[in-house]
């Protein structure tokens, strides 16, 4: 064994006893590649993981279909939309799902924690926003499972490291990684063509970890490299630096609106609002109600959050902001 490998390096190593399957293996090892310093003491150690990974995509390669099959799986929507949360091991996935929405998600140092995706509600002012937890996303292995899943939901969040000198460097084998399976990535205000649903996915890049120090050399070149086409935001998981805003904009990322319905005379439900895609009219608002309602409807009163608006008597393609109170009148 090589002399002045850092103690950080037999932790990790340790974890490789217990890795089962050869995505979690590869996920190690590329975890200790990135760990063991470069000299000529260390060439052979290098040389040793570099092989065993190649031999493990080997076997990932060749393993049968039917194995490959039995790991696909969705996840039932829940809520106001389903957001996925992907990225590479480690960048704090799960520490910022647990974060945002109070439940214990597993979080631990080493790669490959989270093994399969499992949902988390987050509350959002008075909605609950569905969150996905994934396995991360290396160079060498995404989950076969994993683009169906992000094709199924409304959007994503991608989580990078920011304190790691390669954050550009995993940002660029993401977004790679998804070209390949046909998905690309584009911000929040960009309107996704009918044809090019379910392939192009909102997305706002969040790089955690902002208490640590950041190269600023990394931020440059994200910025260089990506800034003109994604949102990013900074936050931490550990101090919950920028998690406010942070919730907000995966409210925004849904692109939908918070529609109250109200009965002449009474006061409007505020705690169950219909959720609609933006740019929704009334008649969108009472087809999702009941179709009959749609048919019959004869006009609609309107008012807004902000007061600006009260009672106002609009037509059946009146377009609607989020929280507007809506009585439909047939
Ligand atoms: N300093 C710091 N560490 C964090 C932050 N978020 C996560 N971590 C740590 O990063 C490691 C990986 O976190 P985890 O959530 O398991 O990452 P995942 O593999 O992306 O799900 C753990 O040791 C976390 O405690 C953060 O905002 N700041
Ligand atoms: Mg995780």
């Known amino acids: 064994m090589p002399a002045n490998l850092p103690p950080e390096y037999f932790e990790v190593e340790k974890t490789l006893r217990q890795a089962k399957t050869p995505e979690e293996k590869i996920a190690i090892m590329e975890k200790l590649l990135s760990i063991i310093p ?27 279909a039917v194995a490959k099959k039995g790991q696909l799986f969705r996840i039932e929507k829940s809520g106001a939309g389903q957001v996925i949360v992907i990225g590479p091991p480690n960048s704090g996935k799960s520490a910022l799902i647990r974060a945002l929405t109070g439940i214990e998600v597993e979080v631990a140092d080493f790669p490959f924690t ?37 094709k199924a939901a409304e959007a994503v969040l991608l989580v990078i490291d920011s304190s790691s000198n390669e954050a550009a460097g995993h940002l660029e084998m993401i977004l790679n990684r998804l070209k390949e399976k046909k998905i690309e990535l584009v911000s929040e205000n960009v309107s996704i063509p009918a044809d090019k649903f379910p392939f192009m996915k909102r997305m706002l890049l969040v790089l955690n970890k902002n208490d640590l120090p950041k190269s600023e050399r990394i931020v440059e070149e994200i910025n260089t490299l990506f800034q003109p086409r994604f949102d990013q935001l900074f936050v931490s998981a550990r101090t919950t630096d920028g998690l406010e805003t942070l919730r907000q904009r995966i409210y925004q990322l849904l692109q939908v609106v918070r529609i109250y319905s109200k009965v002449p005379g009474k006061k409007p439900d505020y705690e169950s609002p219909f959720i609609l895609k933006k740019g929704s009219t009334i008649i969108d608002l009472a087809r999702h109600i009941h179709k009959d309602f749609a048919e019959k409807l004869n006009y609609a009163r309107v008012w807004n959050k902000a007061g600006t608006i009260s009672g106002l008597r609009v037509t059946r393609d009146y377009v609607l902001n989020d929280e507007d109170t809506v009585e439909l009148h047939i």
């Open 114 to 150: 989270t093994r399969i995706a499992a949902p988390y509600m987050m509350p959002f002012e008075n909605i609950k926003i569905q969150l996905i937890d994934t396995p991360p996303i290396t160079a060498d292995y995404m989950e076969s499972w994993l683009t169906e899943m992000i």
């Open 38 to 64: 470069r000299h000529k003491g260390t060439e052979k150690l290098v040389a040793l993981y570099r092989s065993k990974i190649a031999k493990l995509k080997e076997e990932i390669e060749h393993r049968p």
